[in-house]
Structure formats: structure tokens, C-alpha cells
């Protein structure tokens, strides 16, 4: 089979599609025929090593870990799943033809492979950053670097509880903050005035690591109040880092309900073939993403 590998960290240009051995569902597990797999900006960190010191992992290495797709094995112990499904999950080395899953559920009816795909890190991170930030229904969530996908997550599942959201991007995504219930306003000089007057910050969110923690520390009155995702040097300032993963099965439940419901739809800003999986990245890490991008099998 066909699947992206690295065999050194660096730039996208390490970055090889490569013939590779079939993985195999293992008990608890099961393998799918992949049909998109979702873009994150884990995947670019880890291929440039930046997590070694944390969770190390052997070169080489494939890419990736959200997919949708067709189930083709089921692993022993797993039920409730059979060959011929349409899933969306969390394995690895999901830029691939066949990867393996280790938390999955059915596909909506409704929602395409594409944007299957682009569902699973998202939605867990968004799910765990609204708890554990502790903010509320009827209280006021700033979201700063809104329109990509965790943010385009985070906005329409803060609505549906009821959570009134300030979400920062760039002029070209107002709209479309706005278009997911966002009290939109844009980042770049003066901004923080420009939040202030839209009213007070019960909780901020750092989605985008652009060196604002101080200004969101200064919003919410409290560090505790804050949490990022993007910077690393936030606890420096006394602000949480929110990195590790809660329950990926819980969070691909709540997604498809949410999905079921119409509350919850994060389009796929562009597709990619294997063979342009440096393109992704490239693309991923310059930012400025409404919605979600996706590699396409």
C-alpha cells in the first residue's frame, strides 16, 4: 500500500510517499480502507521532532491520526462495528490507503468522507479546552485565532450550550465567524479595545499561539481564566497548556450527535492528494485556515 513516511524530522520536504506494509487490526482495534484523513498541526510538530523530549517516536514514521473510511477488518473484542461501516476516528499514520483505528464511530448520515475526516482532534480538543477553562452558559468565551478548525468547533459547540463567544480572525473570516453564531472582530492593532467594547471576557481561549496570552490574561483578569493550545511558553505566565488528549471515544459520540443534530458543521477549506501531503502542511502552518483541510486516498 501507498502512505506518507518520514525518516528524518525536519521540513515538509521529508516528507515521502512510500510502498508500506498493510497494518492489521489488533484486539480493540479496527483497520479501514481510508478515504480522507484530517490535517493538524500535530502532525507538522511532530515531523519537525517537537515532541521528541515528551513522547519520542522511531523514524521512520508515518503521518497523521484522524480518518474517515470503510471498515475492512475488525479486531478481537471489538463489537458493534462490521466489515463494510463507514467510520470516522483517531489511529495512526492515517495519510495512508489503510490505517488503523483505535477509537471510532459511524459516519452521520449525511457527511461526506472528507469532512468525516476533519471531525475527530478537533472536537476532542474543543470539547476538553470549554471544560476545562470552566466557562458556562450565559457567561462570555474569547476565542482568540477562531476561524480554523478546533476554533470553528468551539464556537458552534459553545453556542449550543448556550455560551455567548468573541472569536478573533483575520478580516477575511468575520463573516464566516459570524455565520457560526461569533461576535466577530479582528485581530492586529488595537484589538484588545475592540473586545472590550463588545463587552465583558469570562474566559479566553489561545487557539493560534500569535503571543497574546498577556493581553487575554489582562481581559479575563485571571490566568486561570485562560488556556492555550498553541503556546508553549503560556505557563510562563501562569496560564494552563492544555496538550494531553481526554476520552477520544466520548468526544467522536458527542460529535456525531452534534453533527445529527445540525448543530455542528466545519467545512473542509481544501483537499490534498498523498502525493501533496507537504502541501498540507505547508498550508497548515501558515494558518489563516477556515475550517479544516484534508488529505484525500
Keep these: 500500500m ?15 510517499l512510500v510502498d ?48 474517515s473510511g470503510v ?10 462495528v462490521e466489515v463494510g461501516d463507514h467510520v470516522f476516528g483517531e489511529g495512526s499514520s492515517t ?24 471531525y475527530p482532534s478537533v472536537v476532542e480538543t474543543a470539547l476538553r479546552i470549554i471544560r476545562e477553562v470552566g466557562v458556562q452558559a450565559g457567561q462570555t468565551l474569547l476565542v482568540s485565532g477562531a476561524s480554523g478548525g478546533v476554533g470553528s468547533a468551539v464556537l458552534q459547540i459553545a453556542r449550543d450550550r448556550g455560551i455567548t463567544v468573541i472569536g478573533t480572525a483575520g478580516a477575511a473570516n468575520q463573516d ?14 488595537g484589538w484588545v479595545e475592540r473586545v472590550r467594547q463588545l463587552g465583558h471576557v469570562d474566559a479566553a481561549l489561545d487557539l493560534a499561539g500569535s503571543g497574546v496570552i498577556r493581553e487575554l490574561v489582562e481581559l479575563t483578569g485571571d490566568p486561570q481564566k485562560v488556556i492555550s493550545i498553541a503556546d508553549l511558553a503560556a505557563p510562563e505566565l501562569g496560564v494552563r497548556f492544555s496538550g494531553v488528549a481526554g476520552s477520544m471515544p466520548e468526544a467522536l459520540a458527542e460529535a456525531a450527535g452534534l453533527i445529527s443534530r445540525g448543530k455542528l458543521h ?32
Design 95 to 118: 495519510y495512508a490507503e489503510f490505517a488503523v483505528l483505535s477509537a471510532w464511530t459511524r459516519m452521520p448520515e449525511g457527511l461526506t468522507f472528507e469532512e468525516a475526516a476533519g
Design 2 to 16: 501507498k502512505r506518507v513516511s518520514f525518516a528524518e524530522f525536519g521540513g515538509p520536504d521529508v516528507l515521502q
Design 266 to 297: 466545519i467545512p473542509v477549506e481544501k483537499s490534498y492528494t498523498l502525493a501533496e501531503a507537504a502541501a498540507a502542511h505547508i498550508d497548515s502552518h501558515t494558518g489563516h485556515t477556515r475550517g479544516r483541510r484534508v488529505v484525500v486516498v
Design 71 to 80: 471498515v475492512d477488518e475488525v479486531g478481537e473484542g471489538v463489537e458493534g
Design 176 to 189: 464566516y465567524l459570524r455565520s457560526l453564531g461569533a461576535v466577530a472582530t479582528t485581530y492586529g492593532e
Design 20 to 67: 508500506a506494509e498493510e497494518p492489521h487490526a489488533g484486539p480493540g482495534q479496527v483497520r479501514i480502507a481510508v478515504r480522507a484523513a484530517g490535517v493538524n498541526p500535530v502532525d507538522w510538530r511532530i515531523r519537525e521532532g517537537q515532541f521528541q523530549k515528551v513522547h519520542p517516536i522511531e523514524l521512520p514514521a508515518g503521518v497523521g491520526q484522524d480518518a
